[in-house]
């Protein structure tokens, strides 16, 4: 169960067409490609800063999957499953999506995958958030922020490549020293990285690569 740790990136302008078999990882700007759907479940959102995530996401995923398939963005048909993980009715294409602090980033492959972001800085209580969440051998190397995140990031994308999110429990997810990951049983790859200020982490259940960091 091979990982990647601490890797920088640099997002750039995507090609005309992708390939969807390794993992690409984007970030997503402002964008107004909503279904009707998707509109009305925008304006539900009190919260600005969320309303803002949602739409840039949303309307990310449809633009770069667009390019992957070359279906227009409103011919995506996005559905949600039971657990709230949103997928293609009519792709061959999985996606997962995260956002922290106003950036918004999402993650394309041939294979299921789970992405999170968070912004440091954010979490003051990650000591006992560590005490009560995770095994006591992660929260002994929890001795700062960055720590925390690390192994928070991960263990959060290995739940949402799972499809449950922080539903599934966050302490069944576990992290060894070396980074590797378990999750019900199943082995977990994962690939760490830093976007700007973001702490990052991809998860697949098959080892991989990101071959692409792209923006739209």
């Not at 999750?183 to 199943?186: A, F, H, M, V």
């Given at each position: 169960?091979?990982t ?8 750039e302008?995507?090609?005309a067409?992708?390939q969807?078999?390794?993992v690409h990882v984007?970030?997503f700007?402002v964008?107004d490609?909503l279904s009707?759907?998707?509109?009305v479940a925008?304006?539900?959102f ?6 803002d995530?949602f ?13 992957y ?7 995506l ?6 657990t ?7 792709a ?5 999506v995260?956002?922290?602090g106003g950036?918004?980033v999402a993650?394309f492959?041939g294979l299921?995958?789970?992405?999170d972001?968070e ?5 003051r ?5 560590a005490r009560?969440?995770?095994h006591p051998?992660?929260?002994?190397r929890?001795?700062?922020?960055e720590d925390?995140?690390e192994?928070w990031?991960?263990?959060?994308a ?11 429990g966050i302490?069944?997810?576990?992290l060894?020293?070396d980074g590797r990951g378990v999750?019900?049983?199943?082995s977990?790859?994962?690939?760490r990285?830093h ?6 982490a991809v998860?697949s259940f098959e080892a991989?690569e990101?071959k692409?960091?792209f923006?739209?």
């Open positions: 169960m091979p990647e740790s601490g890797s920088g990136c640099e997002f302008s995507p090609p067409r992708l969807s078999g390794p984007w970030r700007g964008g490609e009707d759907a998707e509109r925008a304006a539900r009190l919260n600005v800063a969320a309303r995530a739409v840039a996401g949303r309307s990310g995923i449809r633009r770069a999957a667009a390019i398939t070359g279906l227009a963005p409103l011919e048909e996005i559905s949600t499953s039971s709230g993980k949103p997928f293609f009715n009519n061959e294409l999985y996606f997962n995260s956002h922290s950036v918004v993650a492959s299921p995958v789970g992405i972001i912004v440091p800085g954010r979490c209580n990650f000591p006992e958030i009560r969440f995770f051998d992660e929260a002994e929890c001795s700062g922020e925390f995140l192994l990031t991960a263990k959060e290995m739940l949402k490549l799972a499809g449950t999110g922080l539903s599934g302490a069944g997810a576990r060894d020293v999750l019900g049983g199943r977990v790859w994962i690939k990285f976007a700007g200020t973001c702490m990052g998860a991989f990101v692409g960091w923006q739209i």
